[in-house]
T-cell receptor
Framework: GAVVSQHPSRVICKSGTSVKIECRSLDFQATTMFWYRQFPKKSLMLMATSNEGSKATYEQGVEKDKFLINHASLTLSTLTVTSAHPEDSSFYIC??????????????FGPGTRLTVL | AQSVSQHNHHVILSEAASLELGCNYSYGGTVNLFWYVQYPGQHLQLLLKYFSGDPLVKGIKGFEAEFIKSKFSFNLRKPSVQWSDTAEYFCAVNTGGFKTIFGAGTRLFVKA
């Protein structure tokens, strides 16, 4: 149990276009999902906390108008990178908390999405 | 602000050597502690966790970690590493809220 999927796994886009990444909890409900960015040889940087039915909470320094987050249901959160530029190229990872499980503070991670902006 | 520091960024060991990866956090209250592992080309997986109780926690694949509250530490150990343990290891701390803070990670390379 506790599986999180992401789609797509890889995406290449042209500069100036927008890219949507989906994060789904497959077998549990997640009122809270998290979006991370992982730079090469560095740790995960929390970008935002996605809350079902309300606005996302962004970390300091993360542009909310550039990284649009929508958490429309208990099993789906989306991250849209708007007007992508080469510096947005990165590995984006989502995670979800099992709201009702006995591991409430444990996060389950998706496999990540490799974004390359040309 | 809460933070997590992992002392070793890169570790190279030979098979059968013992492993200890350091992790310290800064927070004075109750914490939940995790070690995650990321094998090459794979996503993050939970290795072990500490919520309460016995401070010596055993995880998967022979790993264990000890929570020492007085030292704000949660070091990861394995008595005898294998080539298949080559991966990146992340220590993480949750202070009871929604956010989990990750350390910078330690890349372990085990020589066969």
């Amino acid at each position: 149990g506790a599986v999180v999927s992401q789609h797509p796994s890889r995406v290449i886009c042209k500069s100036g276009t927008s890219v949507k990444i989906e994060c789904r909890s497959l077998d549990f409900q997640a009122t809270t999902m998290f979006w991370y960015r992982q730079f090469p040889k560095k740790s995960l940087m929390l970008m935002a906390t996605s809350n079902e039915g309300s606005k996302a909470t962004y970390e300091q320094g993360v542009e909310k108008d550039k990284f649009l987050i929508n958490h429309a249901s208990l099993t789906l959160s989306t991250l849209t990178v708007t007007s992508a530029h080469p510096e947005d190229s990165s590995f984006y990872i989502c995670s979800a908390r099992d709201q009702w499980g006995d591991t409430m503070n444990e996060q389950f991670f998706g496999p990540g999405t490799r974004l390359t902006v040309l | 602000a809460q933070s997590v520091s992992q002392h070793n960024h890169h570790v190279i060991l030979s098979e059968a050597a013992s492993l200890e990866l350091g992790c310290n956090y800064s927070y004075g209250g109750t914490v939940n502690l995790f070690w995650y592992v990321q094998y090459p080309g794979q996503h993050l997986q939970l290795l072990l966790k500490y919520f309460s109780g016995d401070p010596l926690v055993k995880g998967i694949k022979g790993f264990e970690a000890e929570f020492i509250k007085s030292k704000f530490s949660f070091n990861l150990r394995k008595p005898s590493v294998q080539w298949s343990d080559t991966a990146e290891y992340f220590c993480a701390v949750n202070t009871g809220g929604f956010k989990t803070i990750f350390g910078a990670g330690t890349r372990l390379f085990v020589k066969a």
